[in-house]
């Protein structure tokens, strides 16, 4: 089966919000189930784009970047989900009776919470390269607050 690209988290010719043919063309859209403040932090890493004096990045280095992203979506289990369709098909054939097709069940808490973790550190970075006041953690990790987002 072939892997697609996950829209919501890595866009095909973007980088972190900037074109990256063109990264003075920046996108403000939600990424994650927290739209409201991922707009939020979203429009301060546009902010933090624009006013900052920090070195563009190559558009070899956001492509890299990019396949760094994506290895790290494809080691989550809800993100890779929708990229592999081995993966895909393998989950179709779990029985009904499993705990995972029971979302109300206290074993599909743990595998949903493990679901939401990379795109709230995805989030989490980006606090952070925008300056956001409020932090996470970061891309390796959670602090308490972030994991508070996970239940």
Not at 72 to 93: H, I, K, Q, S, V
């Amino acid at each position: 089966a072939k892997l697609t690209m996950p829209d919501d988290y890595v866009y095909y010719r973007c980088h972190r919000r900037r074109l990256i043919s063109n990264p003075n063309m920046m996108f403000l859209f939600e990424q994650c189930d927290f739209p409201l403040l991922d707009l939020e932090v979203g429009s301060w890493l546009c902010l933090d784009h624009i006013c900052s004096n920090k070195e563009v990045p190559s558009p070899e280095q956001m492509k890299e970047e990019n396949k760094q992203d994506l290895v790290r979506l494809m080691e989550n289990p809800g993100t890779r989900y929708y990229m592999d369709g081995n993966y895909y098909e393998a989950l179709a054939e779990i029985p009904q009776d499993h705990w995972y097709q029971d979302v109300l069940s206290d074993d599909y808490r743990p595998y949903y919470a493990e679901c939401q973790r990379t795109p709230i550190q995805f989030l989490a970075r980006d606090m952070i390269d925008a300056g956001y006041p409020v932090r996470f953690g970061d891309i390796d990790g959670l602090n308490k607050v972030g994991e508070k987002l996970l239940y």
